[in-house]
């Protein structure tokens, strides 16, 4: 699981534009967003490297309770 929705809907990011500046279809991008495919570590990096964050913070954690 990924955060990438959460962390484009808080820049107000669009995946149109994400998709574009991956050089990936808007389909791709939508599975990424929607969690039903998961990115490549690569692609993971790109992608924090694009939205000028840390790629752990695309990462969901599962916090102990």
């Given at each position: 699981?990924?955060?990438i929705k959460e962390v484009l809907e808080?820049?107000?990011i669009k995946q149109v534009w994400l998709a574009e500046q991956l050089g990936?279809?808007?389909n791709t991008v939508?599975?990424?967003v929607q969690n039903r495919t998961q990115?490549?570590?690569?692609?993971l990096y790109e992608i924090a490297t694009i939205l000028n964050i840390d790629a752990k913070e695309l990462l969901v954690t599962k916090?102990?309770?």
């Open positions: 699981m990924n955060r808080e820049k107000g990936k279809s808007f939508n599975g990424y990115p490549s570590l690569e692609t916090e102990k309770r």
